[in-house]
């Protein structure tokens, strides 16, 4: 089940120490919580218009709410077709982070790792999972496919004696919840010289 921790639209924070440049600095911890819950809540019960989201929260629709909402959009947790937005299940949202489309995270996942950027590859993937909010299990298990089926494990140049140890040695990224941004363009230039 992917968890979800209420990130602030804004910074991301998971708890009311905001970034300093955060647009949602000083903003009490649960009024960010209840922003994202009345959107999911009001969208768990069924699609619902844009339009007709915005009538249905109590109180006032304001930056907050707009804010979450796109960070929902953002975040691939809600779908939009013909102006109607729905909540993907647990299952559906699981399937869908579990192949990256974003670069540089495209490029890693589609092509593997190559010798010379499997250390930053590797915790790009695993960060990138614990990202999106699979579990440790998930993201175990989806790594693991990857190192097989992108041919990574192949090409070599591992200390490590099989996918599987090598991924448990990585956990403490996960752990950590550290970001994976940088650790993905790093790798994503150097297969991108490989392949060029």
Known sequence: MPQFDYPCPDCRATNSLHSADCDFEGT?????EKAY????????AEPTG????????????GA????????????????????VLRLRTAAEFREHVSE????PMRTLYRQGSVPGCHDNAVFAMIAWYEMVGLSW???RENVIEWLHESGTWARGGFEESSPEA???????VYEAGYGWKEKAEAAKRVIDRHHG
């Open 28 to 32: 009490p911890w649960p009024d960010v």
């Open 37 to 44: 819950v009345d959107i999911v809540a009001r969208l768990t």
């Open 50 to 61: 844009e339009a007709d989201l915005y009538d249905a929260i109590d109180g006032e629709w």
């Open 64 to 83: 907050l709410h707009r804010s979450a909402l796109e960070r929902l959009k953002r975040d691939e947790r809600i779908t939009e077709a013909n102006d």
């Open 100 to 103: 990256p489309t974003r670069e």
């Open 137 to 139: 299990s998930e993201t």
């Open 166 to 172: 090598l991924v448990d040695a990585k956990r403490h």
